[in-house]
């Protein structure tokens, strides 16, 4: 658009034509800016004067062409934080700036004496709209976009999105969030880390996923950009060789990844781990567990019935995730949930972290299965119901091949923490407690031909290898309750849980 007296130009054209002298960004929805308004007139009488203006292309009427900053092109890219700014061009570049409205710096700055007479000395300014939320990440997205790789997919006219993303087999079944560019922007600023950096290898393609998928699949799984070092965190417990998540996809048993994070994080991004703790209703849990699958899925190729082959499969194939109670910290605010001296160090000290590490262990798990024992007041007959619970995960008479997961509700966790037990010391027994003779166990004992071989019939066998029974804190309040999270094969044919800490949240 060509300038002509009391018309406007757009910041493109007037940024590829702007001369030398001094340059003013504005808006009319600033106090200051149309304070000065008669100010920016008198400089551009007596010299070289550019203005930008943000909002209202007309604004100031007080200097013949203002140009407008539509866009907000040159104020991003010139860094303008708050308005009015003064700035002076010398060869192209920028020479120096001041901001807000001080007589004496202007008169210094412009050279100009005897401006703005009558006004008063100074006035502070007013925020950028290149700053403001509303439109800082869409910015990004437009203008700080070329760190960002992806290939960008065009739909049709009369395609609907939602539809478009099902058909193209990016879901996992359920509605998505559409990945624009702003979106995947604004996750990206829940981390440091370089979009085109490498998170992981994801099985079972063996595809490199960078932080860049990462957050296009964090995004259209419902993520706050809050959550999303956990989910990076998540990602990266899973995608190795001790986790095995090639072999979890391929073989026939119901299980997936189960996520639990600890740590001040789980109440900093609002994760429930009270009332509900497995069920719906809380963002955090229902989408940093479905981030990392559709991750496996989209990045990894990891799709049921291709490489998925889980014969029956299970509802937290889609997302499993949660936080623990812990001494102290709580997680999302709210009825039930857990908080206070919980007397228990929390799971991520069996991996070697201390309390208080922001970490999320991933377990190969089943779906939780109820534990109900409405009449134990002591450890001892509570452990003992749930050494019955634990003995029948997969198979009463399968031994040694399964780790578990045992949450433990505050109703019942009170019981042992009354008592003085610790969470390794309520461990350790129930382990004694799910030790049998293999006489029991053995093929054919009690009219069952399932069961471990007939050499081992003389030994007294324990349900758990070392270190394969963990104990969870977590659920609600009320209810005497606590739940069995049956694992895979465990060891090198099978997978192991992974304890990672999560990247420092900002």
Known sequence: MSSKAGGTTTSGDAASALRDGLVAVVKRDCPTCELIAPVLGDIEARGVLTVFTQDDPAFPETVSVPQHDADLDFSWHNDIETVPTLMRFEDGAEAGRIVGWSRTEWESFTGLDE??????????????????????????????????????????????????????????????VPPTAERVAAMLTGTTRSPDEVVANVAPDLADCTVEKA?????????????????????????????????????????????????????????????????????????IGRAVQLIVR????????????????????????????????????????????????????????????????????????????????DPESLARTMASALNAIHHPKLVLGFDAILAVAPDHSRVFIDSGWSRQQTALRINELTTRPGAELVRGAGGISEGVPEFLGETDLPKFREGGLHLVHCGGGAGLFSAVIGGWVNGDVGSQPVCVEIDPWR
């Open 115 to 176: 401006l703005g007479d009558g006004l008063p000395e100074m006035r502070p300014g007013c925020g950028s709209l290149s700053v403001d939320p509303a439109h800082a990440v869409a910015l990004q997205a437009r203008f700080g976009g070329s760190a960002m790789s992806a290939r960008r997919v065009e739909f049709g006219s009369q395609e609907d999105v939602h539809e478009a993303m099902f058909d193209r087999g990016w879901s996992d079944g359920l509605p998505l």
């Open 298 to 377: 989209n990045v990894g190729g990891g799709r049921p019935g291709e490489v998925d082959r889980a014969a029956l499969g299970q509802p937290g194939k889609v997302g499993f995730c949660f936080a623990e109670i812990e001494g102290g910290i709580a997680a999302a605010p709210g009825p039930g949930n857990g908080d206070g001296d919980t007397g228990w160090d929390p799971l991520c000290t069996d991996f070697g972290f201390e309390a208080g590490t922001n970490t999320v262990t991933a377990f190969p798990g089943e779906a939780p299965r109820s534990v109900v024992d409405q009449m134990s007041r």
């Open 215 to 287: 957050a296009t699949n964090a995004v259209m799984a419902g993520c706050r950009p809050e959550y999303f070092p956990v989910v990076l965190a998540a990602l990266t417990a899973v995608c190795n060789s001790t986790f095995n998540m090639h072999g979890m996809l391929a073989t026939t048993m119901p299980v997936g990844p189960v996520f639990i994070v600890n740590g001040p994080i789980a109440r900093r991004i609002g994760m429930n781990n009270g009332i509900n703790v497995f069920g719906q209703g809380n963002r955090a849990n229902s989408t």
